[in-house]
């Protein structure tokens, strides 16, 4: 890869100098206790990045997205409680700006002084930032980089989006790679390029049609490919399975029989399921075959046959791929497959990869060991499409 990175950065010297970071400051709140982090994993990743550029005399400006509002300031998507959190972990004052391009910022960031950092509103307030029209994102991004004189992207779960602060402001300032972005990029190189084998992936989440593109290109090179989450169930349904009330993509039924024809094998699937009468942490819930989930019943969860199933075929692998939780893990009825599988997973006697938001957060929120995994990757979606061979705009900015 040539591309500068944030050593060569610090390398040129920085004091005085204002460097705007894109972050992925999107982390997930607490659904039960609106305005509470439940897993800071992705502030605390960018965090080496920060205080690197704070400690050598950078005015640090960071910025980032946090959820998906509509292009218009929204309070449900303030990022006002993170910058709380980025505090705390930065260990010294932050100022956050109530918006992101606007007389706030534009005045909190003439002031910083050396050594000072400051956090933008939510990116995504702003129509520009995920803009489809190349001169409506650029015109955001000349605003952007007007904040600043170098450019830094260590976001990297955003980097597969084509979005004014990850794409536009690298083609308009210096721009250098962040340590995130590049720790990221060379695992899932390592991965992808030439996997040790046995390769096992594990894969859950809820949609088949997010994994689809994923599953094609991994199957010629995997040992097995486990499914568990919502979207086993379509692969359940393809199997001749009925699935109750079971997330189901019925125009995904056709696709799905053609993977398990191809994988010849190698797809495997749950073999029984917890099923609940409702999606909710006090339903009444039951273990039940895979091949039998009452019409009137959902899987929220692999049951513990599968867990054993998963894990023997996890166990002699040398590299394990996983993205997804195998259920409904923030209620705890419905935590044990994906627990059962993390933990499997993390006595491997080889290299094992955690892609992504959803799983990340399940290995924290679960209480497990992040040391116990060989790396456990900020970036959901961007693993995925790194992993599907796509060119992502992220990275290929930072390369011009
Ligand atoms: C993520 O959570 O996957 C990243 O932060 C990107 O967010 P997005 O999927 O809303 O673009
Ligand atoms: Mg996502």
Avoid at 112 to 124: H, M, P, T
Avoid at 268 to 282: G, I, K, N, Q, R
Wanted: net charge negative.
């Amino acid at each position: 890869m040539i591309l500068k990175t944030l050593d060569d950065l610090l390398g040129e010297g920085v004091t005085g100098r204002r460097v705007i970071v894109r972050a992925d400051l999107n982390v997930p709140f607490d659904k039960q206790n609106p305005g509470v982090i439940s897993d800071d994993g992705r502030a605390r990743a960018v965090l080496p990045t920060l205080i690197a550029l704070r400690d050598a005399g950078a005015r640090v400006i960071v910025m980032s997205h946090l959820g998906r509002p509509k292009g218009a300031p929204d309070p449900k998507f303030t990022l006002a409680p993170v910058a709380t959190r980025l505090g705390e972990l930065l260990g010294s004052p932050l100022v956050f700006a109530s918006d992101t391009v606007g007389p706030d910022a534009t005045a909190k960031a003439a002031a910083l002084v050396d050594g000072q950092v400051l956090l933008l509103e939510n990116l995504r307030f702003n129509a520009g930032e995920t803009s489809k029209d190349d001169a409506e994102r650029g015109a955001f991004a000349d605003q952007l980089a007007a904040l600043a004189d170098v450019y830094v992207d260590d976001a990297f779960g955003a980097v597969h989006r084509k979005h004014a602060s990850v794409f536009d402001v690298a083609a308009r300032l210096p721009h250098y790679a962040g340590g995130l972005v590049l720790r990221e990029v060379e695992v899932l190189k390592r991965v992808s390029d030439n996997p040790e084998q046995p390769y096992v992936v594990v894969l859950g989440g809820s949609k088949v049609s997010d994994k689809l593109a994923v599953i094609q290109a991994l199957l010629p090179k995997v040992d097995k490919l486990l499914v568990g989450g919502g979207m086993c169930f379509t692969f359940l349904k393809a199997q001749g399975h009925e699935v109750g009330e079971s997330l189901l993509e019925d125009d995904m039924v056709a696709t799905c029989r053609d993977l398990l024809s191809q994988a010849q094998g190698r797809i495997v699937l749950p073999v029984d399921v917890v099923a609940a009468t409702e999606f909710s942490a006090d339903a009444d819930h039951v273990t039940v075959p895979a091949s039998e989930i009452p019409a009137d019943r959902l899987g929220l969860d692999i049951g513990p046959e599968s867990v054993a199933l998963f894990a023997a075929a996890i166990g002699p692998a040398k590299t394990v791929f996983w993205n997804g939780p195998m259920g409904v893990f923030e209620l705890a009825p419905f935590a044990a497959g994906t627990r059962g599988v993390a933990e499997a997973i993390t006595r491997i006697d080889g290299f094992s990869v955690v892609g992504g938001g959803d799983s990340a957060a399940a290995v924290r929120t679960l209480g497990l060991d992040e040391a116990a995994f060989g790396h456990i990757s900020t970036g959901g979606g961007a693993s995925l499409e790194y992993l599907e061979g796509k060119t992502l705009p992220g990275i290929e900015a930072l390369e011009k």
